[in-house]
């Protein structure tokens, strides 16, 4: 057996953040990826160029930056919003980001503009005549979205989600390097103090192989759920 | 663990705390950037140890507060002051002017000097221009090691930064670099003492001059917790007369 | 336009960060980034062709290593990679005493051998998949020609199989781009470890990010442009015929 230096335990631990930050981020990503999505196909002029300039900004510039400048500057400027309201209202509040939370907020903001382009491209592709129809039963714009627009647009974005998973579950790993204990935080400590980086790094890279294979089975049955009534068609 | 339980309440809001702010001295966090044997560093269980870690402990035990140490990486340990992510840091940071226009320091609690570690097959006589010319020198990012080197040999040598001390070790090991340049007592611990590699020091202990090296390691403290700052001078006094400060030495440095 | 310029030099007056000696880190820092983006991707694009062939080969033992190379290079994050490579290679035994240390010793060839290993698992995906995709109706077209196997792929199949892979490759670019910030890690100046230098050394994040931040967008927004100009040429035949 491998020898890990009482450090098994702990990278166990670690792998259970990188899952927890992951799943949690992709929640906040497929949340904003909504609401961008419809921002964009909205006809409202402001709404449509904010945006674009959300999904066209944080796609340039590379998730480390990104990762950095929102937990080195972040809590900066949120503190200097809490402290104008303390000299302007007295309202004294302190609100501490810590790393998971940061983690967890950039992760998902910078996936929630991927996602917002699988959205959109996913809306586009929905027939306008199942909405037609479902307006034509009387539905309201709420029901059509609930019953006709969501359900058949996921077919279509399944395809991009599972490619955004994939990248959003690779990307945790940079969170090691603002500070955050995930897995690869843990090993690269242990790698050092027992001067032996081999062994824990492919245990990592093995732990990630893992946790995709795993995916790609879930969304292959998610994919088959929602091309009800069209496999058989085509 | 910590991050895990702000978790468990399962909604991201949650995992900011919402507290007040006031000035008198209270219980508080401190920021410590591991590893940095002996100073500050984990057992493999995840414990912090080492003589920051037990001198810290004692200091808030004497003035009758509770203590929780925040690990936090160094080149982002004096913004996270700043931002109030905890209140002090007492991770072996060395007082010095470009420091202080930032924070407020406590007296300092150890003068330890900085030097040159090499491995012992290297040839490298008294560092200077000349003899680092060309040559591969690890620092630890923002350090006052890292600004001196890369304002004095910056233009000859080259510079590789590292975010911790232990990555310098290791690139150390693997004869990466030719130098390295660190507080005197973590690199005697981690390259001398240490069973893997065969290091030197090189040259003479350097505390000069005083713009980079400053007067010893303090605890810094925003600049408006100065009653906080007293009392913890207060304490560092305390200790250092009754010899519990001694006793904390000796567990980390042999005489 | 007045009042601008005068901000502007007031800014730049008073700035004690953006001095000659930073603007030279960011200088070199952008310097390293293109070099490693480029030396990788033109080193994995040439990989990538032999091997993405070799991936829809019909024999199992040329299709199952190249399979199983780009499921492992694909499903695992970069920055492992990287310090599997970087560290990894300290590890051959007497690597040290050889003339091959003198270039694995600095940071820059490893991370070279860990983006490109890394880019050119992707590329052979999106190569793959693009040649899976040619229209039968070439094949069958030159198979009437009496094309041979390797004519009609040299011929027939990769210039198409190019051509229709180009928003996927164009796509990988800028990740490639944007993942060499990750190079930092192992000390090298690249960009993002001149933000990083900066940041650490005058406490400023938003000056030393942001600042970086603009740089990669303005590299980026090239990219794409020129892949946009790349399509609008090679692709033009895709287009429906106007008028």
């Given amino acids: 057996m491998i020898d890990l230096h009482g450090y098994g335990p702990r990278l166990l631990e670690g792998a259970l953040v990188t899952v927890e930050l992951a799943l949690l981020s992709l929640v906040l990503a497929i949340l904003l990826g909504l609401v961008t999505a419809s921002a964009k196909m909205s006809r409202n002029w402001l709404a449509h160029r904010i945006g674009t300039l959300y999904t066209t900004t944080i796609r340039g510039v590379p998730d480390l930056v990104l990762m950095m400048l929102m937990f080195f500057g972040g809590q900066i400027g949120i503190n200097q919003i809490t402290d104008w309201l303390y000299t302007q209202f007295a309202i004294d509040i302190f609100i501490n980001v810590n790393e998971f939370a940061a983690g967890v907020i950039t992760i998902g903001l910078i996936f929630g503009a991927y996602m917002g382009e699988t959205f959109r491209g996913a809306f586009l592709a929905v027939d306008s005549g199942q909405i037609e129809a479902g307006r034509a039963y009387g539905m309201n714009h709420w029901l059509v979205f609930r019953r006709i627009r969501f359900p058949q647009m996921m077919r279509h974005a399944i395809p991009g989600l599972s490619n955004n998973w994939m990248v959003l579950l690779k990307t945790t790993a940079l969170v090691s390097v603002i500070g955050l204990s995930d897995m690869v935080r843990i090993a690269t400590e242990a790698s050092k103090a027992t001067r032996e980086p081999f062994t824990f790094m492919i245990i990592v890279a093995a732990i990630y192989l893992l946790i995709a294979s795993v995916s790609e089975w879930g969304f292959a049955r998610l994919q088959k759920r929602y091309n009800v009534g069209f496999t058989e068609a085509d | ?255 | 336009m007045e009042a601008l310029t005068t901000w502007l030099d007031n800014q730049l007056a008073d700035n004690s960060i953006f001095t000659l000696q930073t603007l030279g880190y960011y200088g070199e820092g952008l310097a390293t980034t293109v070099q490693l983006v480029f030396l990788s991707l033109v080193i994995g694009l040439v990989l990538a062709v032999p091997l993405a062939i070799g991936r829809g080969a019909k024999r199992r033992w040329v299709r199952l290593p190249i399979f199983l190379y780009c499921y492992v290079f694909r499903g695992t994050p970069l920055l492992v990679q990287l310090y599997l490579i970087y560290y990894g290679v300290v590890f051959v035994e007497g690597i040290q005493d050889t003339w091959l240390w003198v270039i694995l010793e600095k940071p820059f060839v490893p991370a070279l051998i860990a983006f490109t290993l890394n880019t050119a698992a992707y590329t052979t995906e999106i190569f793959h998949g693009a040649i899976k995709a040619t229209a039968r109706g070439e094949i069958e077209a030159a198979r009437a020609y009496g094309m041979s196997q390797w004519l009609m792929m040299r011929r027939i199949i990769i210039p198409s199989a190019f051509r229709r892979a180009l928003p996927a490759y164009g796509n990988e670019v800028i990740f490639m781009l944007h993942a060499s910030a990750i190079a930092s890690v192992v000390t090298i100046m690249d960009l993002t470890g001149a933000a990083r230098f900066v940041y650490a050394r005058y406490y400023a994040p938003f000056e030393a990010f942001l600042f970086v931040a603009a740089i990669y967008l303005c590299l980026t927004f090239a990219i794409l442009y020129l892949f946009r100009y790349l399509e609008k040429r090679l692709l033009a035949h895709l287009k429906p015929a106007s008028g």
């Fill in chain 2, 1 to 255: 663990m910590r991050l895990r339980t702000t978790l468990s309440l399962g909604v991201l809001g949650a995992a900011m705390i919402v507290g007040t702010v006031n000035a008198e001295v209270r219980d508080i966090r401190i920021a410590v950037d591991v590893p940095y044997e002996p100073m500050e560093y984990r057992t493999p269980e995840g414990e912090l140890t080492g003589f920051d870690i037990d001198l810290g402990n004692a200091l808030c035990a004497e003035i009758g507060i509770q203590c929780e140490w925040v690990v936090q990486g160094w080149d982002g340990i004096i913004p996270g002051l700043m931002a109030r992510k905890y209140d002090a840091i007492m991770s072996s940071m060395t007082i010095n002017e470009q420091r202080r226009e930032q924070v407020l320091f406590s007296d300092p609690y150890i003068t330890p000097p900085s030097a040159w570690f090499a491995p012992a097959d290297v040839e490298i006589g008294t560092p200077s221009e000349e003899t680092l010319e060309g040559m591969t020198i690890g620092v630890q990012r923002g350090t006052l090691q890292d600004n001196y080197v890369t304002d004095m040999y910056g233009d000859v040598a080259d510079v590789n930064r590292y975010a911790t001390a232990d990555d310098m070790v290791l690139d150390m090991d693997s004869g990466r670099l030719d130098a390295v340049f660190l507080d005197f007592p973590i690199g005697k611990s981690t390259l001398i003492d240490s069973e893997a590699g065969d290091y030197k020091v090189v040259g003479e202990m350097i505390t000069e001059p005083k713009e980079y090296f400053g007067e010893g390691f303090g605890i810094a403290f925003r600049q408006r917790d100065q009653e906080l700052a007293d009392a913890f001078n207060e304490a560092l006094a305390t200790l250092q007369e009754d010899g519990t400060y001694d006793e904390i030495h000796s567990r980390y440095f042999d005489e």
